[in-house]
């Protein structure tokens, strides 16, 4: 058995919106503890790591573990139609493999949808050694990407222990985004190495403008030519991390 | 620009190309009146310093000749305003002034089968002269017709429509209300066609309708794009698929209108293909690198398959000379691409693009495979006139219908493919963003085997 009870319907659309960045269809692995997932999008360039332990919700029941995959897509859908205060309910019918959404507000909607198969792969998270570690604002990270992506479809991510630099160049034009150490914008900075990689913006922006709404502060982790770890802070306990490979330009 | 007739007969430059017609031999067969022929004149006057003897264009053959030409040829079959022939059958819908366009039959002046005339899925292999040949006999009768409000438009409209549905050709009589006239363009955007002229009068033969798209077009709650997958998935040619939808032959009864025959055949293409795109990203990825070629009418393809999930591009490159870059010093290249979402607007080279992703998603879909597929196309000077979208549909089609080369890495593939072009790889792989994408993009997973292995 399974179900799920969040009095902020706000919070669990904008966390299925930070997935659905990524996957369409979204294998939840449900454990007593925790509700998880971890996927790659379709091209594998990019990866999801998601995790909400059961303290985040109002009511979390989970008596054995189970796997569900939903599309996330028209899950949101739904979560759409719910307004700022109302309270979700999620349950698992296991019966008939349907999924039962109830908003319940100044009246109650019931909504059921049908579960997937869900997947079986078992994604590890790339173990990668990281020579830079930058906690920034994710507001911050939103306008550096924001500017970069005027002027090219790529951008270089580069930092010593002063500053962390965004740097593009298009056909015509490039841009140079400096976040120095102790900025408003960049909370802390420490680099083993000075470091470089070259991301695609497309992937960039739209990770950091979805879960941004989760979210204030982000902690950015790379080397050179290495993917990129971005972890985003939660209100409550919990974990939001996505990694992203990067583009590796040969001659 | 246009050059009106009377210009034609007194002060224009274009005299020359009358001049050129009197003196060649096929001039000298035919007797032609002057004014059935209007010429338009090239904004660089290329055309008229060269007057078709030294190929200043950079093409390999003067266009305006082989279509002044199959003119000449065509000049008897009209000397009446009554045609009579047997109609493929064919229609055309134009597009200007639309909503107000002119719609109507193609007849060409013969009594024979001419179900070719209008059957490109046929015509792969056909030399540009005899396409130009057939084509250049199809007479245009027009008649102003409002697209939605084609109800009322009365029995010429009516007419054209049965027409339009028919199985094979049938025998029409056009009466027009002059003489048809004939145009040959000098700055060639327009592809090859016959005379035209306003209708007076139709007579339309019996028809025997394609019992499919009757059954469509008698559905009026059956939706236009459901309408082009169902007859699509039985069989039916996209070319007569596209001749009934540009007469508002499918849809729901209030939404059914004319559509401008260019824009009705990308909108069949990009129905179907968008539906086969769907099918394709079910299917599980191809395991090496394939290169499929084909060569017709001076243009080169070369399309490119790489493992991994649906996403497209097509790419094409034009040679100084070729149609869409005259007057050009160097290639001029065009693209445009999708990702696995697909996309929601225009692509902006055209037709093309959706003619070649229906022809390779034709061929995932039947191998049950999907891949990331890049269309690579080199039109050469010796396409001296567009032809029509057919060409690169059945270009890729013919490539399709051959085995391909293959290769276990990007970089062989890549390197068969610079043996085949004259551009050098590198400007196809800076000009593509998804040979970029697979060249320099990196995976996650690229990063987990490290760890593993």
């Known amino acids: 058995m399974f179900k799920l009870k969040v009095s902020d319907a706000k919070l669990l659309r904008d966390m299925a919106t930070a997935i659905s960045i990524l996957v369409d269809e979204a294998t939840f692995q449900i454990t007593p503890e925790a509700l998880k997932l971890r996927a790659m999008d379709p091209s594998r360039v990019a990866m999801v790591d998601f995790e909400w332990p059961k303290t985040v919700f109002d009511e979390y029941v989970c008596t054995e573990p189970t796997k569900m995959c939903i599309n996330i897509g028209e899950l949101l859908k739904l979560l759409k139609r719910a307004g700022k205060d109302e309270i979700i309910e999620l349950a698992l019918d296991e019966k008939t493999g349907r999924l039962q959404l109830k908003i319940a507000g100044k009246y109650t909607r019931n909504f059921t949808m049908p579960t997937l198969e869900a997947s079986e792969e078992e994604v590890p998270t790339p173990k990668i050694t990281f020579n830079v570690r930058a906690k920034a604002t994710t507001d911050g990270l939103r306008q550096a990407v924001e500017d970069a992506e005027l002027v090219s479809d790529h951008v270089r991510i580069e930092a010593d222990n002063e500053k962390l630099v965004f740097q593009a160049s298009g056909d015509l034009m490039g841009a140079t985004i400096e976040l120095k150490k102790g900025s408003d914008a960049l909370l802390d900075l420490e680099a083993k190495e000075p470091s470089r990689a070259t991301f695609s913006l497309s992937y960039l922006s739209e990770i950091i403008k979805a879960a941004s709404a989760t979210s204030d502060i982000a902690t950015l982790e790379f080397s050179t030519d290495m993917p990129i770890k971005i972890d985003f802070q939660q209100a409550k306990e919990g974990k939001l991390t996505f990694y992203l490979a990067p583009r590796i330009e040969t001659a | ?453």
Not at chain 2, 36 to 52: E, I, Q
Not at chain 2, 100 to 110: D, K, R, S
Request: proline letters at 5%; aromatic letters at 12%.
């Open chain 2, 1 to 453: 620009m246009w050059s009106s007739q009377r210009r034609v007969d007194k002060c224009s430059p274009n005299v020359w190309l009358l001049d050129i017609l009197k003196d060649s031999n096929v001039g000298a067969e035919v007797k032609f009146e002057e004014n059935l022929l209007v010429a338009r004149s090239s904004s660089s006057g290329l055309c008229v310093a060269c007057k078709g003897s030294r190929f200043l264009c950079g093409k390999t053959r003067c266009p305006i000749i082989v279509k002044a030409n199959y003119f000449l040829k065509s000049v008897p079959l009209m000397q009446s305003e009554d045609i009579a022939g047997a109609s493929p059958p064919s229609v055309f819908v134009g597009r200007i002034g639309y909503p107000y366009v002119y719609a109507g039959p193609l007849v060409p002046p013969v009594q024979e089968d001419t179900s070719l005339y209008d059957l490109p899925e046929y015509w792969f292999g056909k030399s540009i002269d005899e396409i130009v040949g057939f084509r250049s006999m199809l007479i245009r009768g027009k008649y102003r017709v409002h697209v939605q409000k084609f109800e009322n438009a009365g029995k010429i409209i009516e007419k054209t429509r049965e027409l339009a549905l028919a199985v094979k050709p049938v025998d029409v009589e056009l009466i027009l209300k002059k003489k048809p006239r004939g145009f040959i363009l000098l700055d060639d955007e327009v592809q090859p066609f016959g005379p035209s002229a306003p209708i007076r009068d139709l007579i339309v033969g019996n028809a025997r309708w394609d019992h499919q798209i009757e059954k469509a077009y008698n559905d009026t709650d059956l939706k236009a794009a459901e309408a082009v997958l169902e007859l699509y998935s039985k069989g039916v040619l996209v070319t007569k698929i596209q001749r009934a939808f540009s007469v508002g032959a499918f849809g729901l009864e209030k939404n059914r209108r004319f559509v401008p025959t260019r824009w009705s055949i990308t909108a069949v293409d990009s129905i179907i293909s968008k539906e086969l795109m769907e099918k394709v990203k079910t299917f599980p990825e191809i395991s090496e690198y394939r290169v499929y070629e084909s060569r017709y009418l001076d243009n080169i393809f070369e399309v490119l398959m790489i493992p991994g999930k649906w996403s497209y591009e097509a790419i094409e490159a034009w040679y100084p000379g070729t149609v869409w870059n005259p007057h050009g010093r160097s290639v001029v290249m065009f693209s445009d691409r999708e990702g696995y979402e697909g996309r929601t607007t225009y692509a902006e080279i055209g037709g093309c693009y959706y003619a070649a992703r229906l022809a390779v998603c034709e061929q995932l879909v039947r191998e049950q495979r999907q891949a990331r597929v890049i269309v690579l196309r080199e039109a050469h000077p010796g396409y001296i006139m567009p032809v029509g979208v057919w060409q690169v549909r059945e270009n890729v089609r013919n490539a399709m219908r051959h085995k391909p080369y293959t290769f276990k890495t990007l970089s062989e593939a890549l390197n068969f493919i610079a043996s085949r072009f004259k551009i050098p790889i590198r400007q196809w792989i800076m000009r593509s963003e998804l040979l970029k994408d697979a060249l320099f993009q990196k995976r996650i997973t690229d990063f987990l085997e490290k760890i593993k292995g």
